[in-house]
């Protein structure tokens, strides 16, 4: 019970960051607009309930993908870092608090007031649906909403992954940063230059098993097969993206949730191995 204790503090006071809470109301404006757009679109359909939720869904999940992120490390990378450059990391385990529980705690806690943030936004943007289209389907939006929070754990996770593994909250940011270029700029870059090494071209009418797979494995796009498997929707997975009907199995939509697991564990795994060995 002991990591449990550590995340009630640390969620108590995480949730006052005034960055925290500008950050959610940016995710909230983001919603209201994407209920706006929403129904807007579900005019051009005769069922206004699930398809409206659905058209929702697709119009929130770029600018989710993109902001819970930023929230999400923003949250995270001075968690452990933070503490041990003020000193008081020291006296948390000075307390009956493991080194792995502190973490894990931390992880908890900071994945609580990302969700607080990921919930808020998303209500908003449920009742200006309401409010646009006057229904919804709210098995659909709980789906999403819980995905969305499951992608927010997992870049938690790598925050405080960083956290655990650096001495400083500089390094711990630079870390943070490094993570958004990769997997918003790199990644998809790095791809496109292996699809021309390899195969000659950067547009191939059938993508090869690797290409897909590769894409396939960043946790952004495991949030979109997240996505698509629970709705049961294509649009957001890869077999929409390059039109086929055959997948590897990495790149299955229900798939995504074992990729979203994996990226959660790993970095939790490597700071907990790191910071199990530093001095304070």
């Known amino acids: 019970m002991s ?21 959610t109301v940016l995710f909230a404006l983001f919603t209201v607009g994407g209920a706006a757009l929403a129904s807007w679109l ?36 001075g968690a452990i870092a933070g503490e041990r450059e003020s000193g008081s990391l020291k006296f948390l385990l000075g307390l009956p608090h493991r080194r792995r529980d502190v973490v894990l705690g931390k992880v908890l806690g900071r994945t609580g007031v990302v969700a607080v943030s990921i919930f808020v936004g998303f209500t908003i943007g449920l009742l200006g649906l309401f409010a646009f ?24 996770a790598i925050g405080v992954g960083l956290s655990a593994m ?40 059938s993508p090869p098993d690797w290409y897909l797979v590769y894409n396939a494995i960043s946790p952004d796009a495991a949030y979109g097969s997240a996505i698509g498997a629970v ?4 649009d957001p997975t890869l077999a929409s993206a390059y039109d ?17 697991a994996i990226w959660a564990a790993v970095p939790i795994g490597l700071g907990l191995w790191r910071f199990d060995y530093v001095d304070l």
């Open 166 to 205: 650096t001495r400083s909250t500089t390094r711990a940011a630079v870390g943070a940063l490094s993570v958004v270029i990769l997997f918003k700029v790199l990644w998809g870059t790095a791809g496109t230059i292996l699809l021309y090494v390899i195969e000659g071209a950067f547009l191939v009418e």
């Open 42 to 77: 579900s005019e051009l359909s005769d069922d206004a309930s699930a398809q409206s939720t659905i058209e929702l869904v697709l119009t929130l999940q770029a600018p989710a993908g993109f902001l819970v992120p930023i929230i999400a490390l923003i949250v995270g990378y």
């Open 231 to 234: 709705l049961s929707r294509s």
């Open 244 to 260: 086929i009907s055959s997948l590897p199995l990495v790149a299955e939509p229900w798939f995504g949730f074992v990729i979203l």
């Open 3 to 23: 990591a449990i204790t550590v995340a009630k503090k640390d969620f108590r006071d995480a949730i006052r960051s005034r960055v925290l809470i500008g950050l």
């Open 133 to 156: 289209v006057g229904s919804v389907s709210l098995t659909d939006y709980v789906a999403f909403t819980a995905v969305t929070i499951l992608f927010g754990l997992v870049y938690v």
